[in-house]
């Protein structure tokens, strides 16, 4: 019995100490970034070159080609620009892949507040959104070692 209950508080504490995952659409996601919120591309190379990229996205696939990550990995890469007592904003290509990785930093990271894309970049075109071409930004987080 108290075996229970501990277990059962240990579940309601973690509860309560999760971040909030808030989806978000386009023009919160513009705000957001004047604001200076950090948005995280978490695609795949290819889906980057193919589209382009949001302005000011930090480039950092989560998922490879056959939905493997290695998420110890990607939090050292991202823990420079997104801090876990500050937001974050991840983005993918229409929002799916980012559900997982927004509960992933929210439950598991100590996130305090996780913004997820809900049409990924795929809405943020839909909208006539403005885009950059991917390989400069690429060629440049290679080069500092930080993509």
Same mark, same amino acid.
């Given at each position: 019995m ?7 508080s240990?579940a309601? +504490?973690s %509860?309560?100490a999760? $971040?909030e995952v808030?989806?978000?659409? &386009? $023009?919160?996601?513009?705000k957001?970034m004047?604001d *200076?919120v950090p948005v995280i591309?978490i695609? %795949?190379?290819s889906?980057?070159e193919?589209?382009? #990229?949001?302005? @000011?996205?930090? %480039? ?6 056959? @939905?493997?990550?290695d998420? /110890?990995a990607?939090?050292?890469?991202v823990?420079?620009?997104a801090?876990?007592?500050q937001?974050?904003?991840?983005i +993918?290509?229409t *929002? &799916?892949r980012?559900?997982?990785v ?7 990271a @100590?996130?305090s507040?996780v913004y &997820?894309?809900k049409? *990924?970049i795929?809405?943020w #075109? ?5 885009? #950059?071409? /991917? $390989?400069?930004? #690429?060629? $440049?987080c290679? &080069?500092?070692?930080t +993509?």
């Amino acid at each position: 019995m108290r075996q229970l209950l501990l277990t059962c508080s240990l579940a309601l +504490c973690s %509860l309560f100490a999760q $971040a909030e995952v808030i989806d978000i659409d &386009n $023009a919160q996601l513009a705000k957001l970034m004047q604001d *200076g919120v950090p948005v995280i591309d978490i695609r %795949l190379q290819s889906e980057w070159e193919e589209t382009g #990229i949001v302005g @000011g996205s930090k %480039l950092h696939t989560f998922f490879d080609e056959r @939905g493997r990550a290695d998420p /110890a990995a990607w939090l050292n890469q991202v823990s420079p620009y997104a801090r876990k007592d500050q937001p974050v904003i991840v983005i +993918c290509r229409t *929002g &799916n892949r980012t559900k997982a990785v927004s509960q992933f930093l929210s439950q598991q990271a @100590g996130y305090s507040t996780v913004y &997820n894309v809900k049409a *990924g970049i795929k809405g943020w #075109i839909r909208e006539s959104r403005p885009v #950059i071409p /991917a $390989a400069p930004v #690429i060629a $440049a987080c290679r &080069n500092a070692k930080t +993509c």
